[in-house]
């Protein structure tokens, strides 16, 4: 199966920010499924290699977080034209940090 996916999209990589946990959680399972690394947003890799980038942040008021619409917007700047790009989000969960929210 991994096979299959890496014929068909190439060499993916996951980026991630998460503030409770729970995007980061998602984005472990997804790097595990798809055998490739993952990196949260206190820095962006060299994105040359990779052919597939699965991004996801989590939502706050409806909306990315501030830290991932940053985030998005560095990796905008680096070389990414071309690539196939997979956006998730978690959210409607209470995080980690603060159960009440
Ligand atoms: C301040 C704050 C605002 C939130 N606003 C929303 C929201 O508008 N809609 C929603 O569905 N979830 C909302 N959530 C829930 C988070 O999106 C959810 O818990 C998410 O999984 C947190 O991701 P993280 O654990 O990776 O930080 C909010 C959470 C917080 C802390």
Redesign the pocket.
């Known amino acids: 199966m991994v096979d299959h996916f890496k014929v068909k999209y190439g060499k993916a990589i996951v980026l991630?920010?998460?503030?409770?946990?729970?995007?980061?959680?998602?984005a472990i399972k997804i790097a595990k499924e798809l055998y490739t690394e993952r990196y949260n947003n206190k820095n962006i890799p060299d994105l040359q290699n990779f052919d597939l980038i699965v991004l996801?942040?989590?939502?706050?008021?409806?909306?990315i977080?501030f830290t991932g619409a940053r985030y998005l917007k560095k990796l905008h700047r680096k070389n990414i034209a071309g690539k196939k790009i997979v956006l998730f989000?978690?959210?409607?969960?209470?995080?980690?940090?603060?159960p009440m929210?």
């Open positions: 991630y920010n998460s503030r409770g946990g729970n995007t980061e959680k998602v996801g942040s989590w939502i706050i008021s409806g909306w977080s989000f978690t959210s409607g969960a209470p995080d980690e940090i603060n929210t």
